[in-house]
């Protein structure tokens, strides 16, 4: 069974850009939650989003946000981009939740100059 | 909000030795305590999990010890091998939330 997948795994960006990543999650996963991981605070929840519908949201603004699709795939996007959005951004899919293993992806390295 | 804090932040062992990595939690709804391995240029893995009926778990050569009324639990990697040099995250996540809160991480050196 193929894990989950992101893309794109690298991306450079500029301030004031706006960003798009994607998640492929393990096949029959319908729960999709994104971190970010930075080296100064670590790995922090961003949402997650489960048939579609976010379900959970972790402590972050309005422009970070992010959508499911029918087939469980999902996407985040950052606009506004600051430099502080550098990170690296994971993907974990689960087939319902924190309860059960996220299975993480690789991340997409995000770098804005 | 509800932290999870570990300790050490970075851990250096002899090949053979015991490597331990501890964290304490703050939110009593934590019902799940996942410990993640994470190499450079990859996502974390899961490597061990608990939850808070049992005092221990033991996978091969990695146990979690779990002692609910102090709020902490800890990793205990036996005959720490090379190939264990990583980054070690503990977690702490709750059924109702779907989400998990995750320590700082701990870098483990494994000397040859």
């Known amino acids: 069974k193929a894990g989950v997948t992101q893309t794109p795994r690298y991306l450079i960006k500029t301030r004031g850009q706006q960003v798009t990543l994607s998640c492929s999650p393990i096949s029959g996963h319908r729960s999709v939650s994104w971190y970010q991981q930075t080296p100064g605070q670590g790995l922090q929840f961003l949402f997650e989003?489960?048939?579609?519908?976010?379900?959970n949201k972790g402590n972050f603004p309005g422009r970070f946000s992010g959508r499911q699709f029918s087939n469980s795939r999902s996407e985040m996007n950052v606009s506004t981009l600051e430099l502080g959005d550098s990170a690296l951004y994971l993907c974990?899919?689960?087939?319902?939740?924190?309860?059960?293993?996220?299975?993480f992806g690789p991340g997409t390295r995000l770098l804005v100059l | 909000q509800q932290q999870v804090k570990q300790s050490p932040q970075s851990l250096i062992v002899q090949k053979g030795g015991i490597s331990i990595i501890n964290c304490a939690y703050e939110?009593?709804?934590?019902?799940?305590f996942p410990w993640y391995q994470q190499f450079p240029g990859k996502g974390p893995a899961l490597l061990i999990a608990i939850r808070p009926d049992v005092s221990e778990k033991k996978e091969g050569r990695f146990t979690i010890s779990f002692n609910k009324s102090a709020k902490q639990f800890s990793l205990h990697i036996m005959d720490s091998q090379p190939g264990d040099s990583a980054t070690y995250f503990c977690a702490g996540g709750r059924g109702s939330a779907r989400q998990l809160t995750f320590g700082s991480g701990t870098q483990l050196t494994v000397l040859p």
């Open positions: 939110n009593t709804a934590f019902d799940y």
């Open positions: 989003y489960f048939s579609e519908t976010q379900r």
């Open positions: 974990a899919s689960s087939f319902d939740g924190a309860r059960e293993t996220q299975y």
